[in-house]
């Protein structure tokens, strides 16, 4: 089974829908992270999460929200999704401290906004 | 905010050849920069890390570079092979919680 896993994997919406994408993790790491990547732009940082407790803004986090609903658990929600937000989402995790800080990603969502 | 460069242009280079990758950072020195592997349709996997108090890293056919005084990090694949043809992407951690990437070139190693 994979360590890290996003559902859906594929999503397509209309403009002003709520989504939520779901990441889980099996390693029992602290710290988890979503991304978005866009042709010509690389990884951009929404929010990271060092714990349950414990949430931050990235670079692009407006219109965006995120929830720790436990410590395996990171769900990124587009409130209002409008057609700029089409894009391919990645969920990361990391454990403090330990070695070269390696992130461990997941296989990735790709949403479409209509 | 931290900016981290990388060549938008596709890397095109014979079997057996090194491969050299480009990876630059804009104000002051990341932690660390660490460099992964993108295929097609995937997440990222972990390649390598160096430290900002080293100079060179090395494993197996890889090595990386770190110049502080150029602001740039350099990834080497010797004796590439096709197998070796992805977008490798360069991350550098700052304070110690914020990862910055590039956009990743593509590299194509042709028999």
């Known amino acids: 089974d994979a360590d890290v896993t996003q559902t859906p994997r594929n999503r397509i919406t209309k403009t002003g829908k709520r989504i939520m994408l779901e990441c889980s993790q099996t390693?029992?790491?602290?710290?988890m992270y979503w991304y978005r990547q866009d042709p010509g732009l690389g990884l951009r940082l929404i929010y990271y999460s060092f714990d349950v407790k414990d949430i931050n803004k990235g670079e692009i986090s407006d219109g965006y929200s995120v929830s720790r609903q436990a410590q395996a658990k990171f769900s990124l929600s587009l409130e209002s999704a409008i057609p700029n937000q089409t894009a391919l989402y990645f969920c990361?995790?990391?454990?403090?401290?330990?070695?070269?800080?390696?992130?461990?990603f997941g296989p990735g969502t790709r949403l479409t906004v209509l | 905010s931290q900016k981290i460069e990388q060549n938008s242009e596709a890397l095109n280079i014979q079997e057996g050849k090194t491969a050299t990758l480009t990876c630059n950072y804009t104000n002051y020195s990341p932690a660390y920069l660490q460099w992964y592997r993108q295929d097609p349709g995937r997440g990222p996997v972990f390649l390598l890390l160096?430290?900002?108090?080293?100079k060179e890293k090395r494993k197996e056919r890889l090595k990386v570079t770190f110049d502080t005084t150029l602001k740039q990090s350099l990834f080497h694949i010797t004796a590439s092979q096709p197998a070796d043809s992805a977008t490798y992407l360069c991350a550098a951690l700052y304070n110690f919680n914020k990862f910055y990437f590039g956009s990743g070139t593509k590299l194509n190693v042709k028999p």
């Open positions: 390693k029992g790491h602290d710290r």
């Open positions: 990361a995790t990391t454990e403090e401290g330990a070695g070269d800080n390696e992130q461990f």
């Open positions: 160096i430290r900002e108090n080293e």
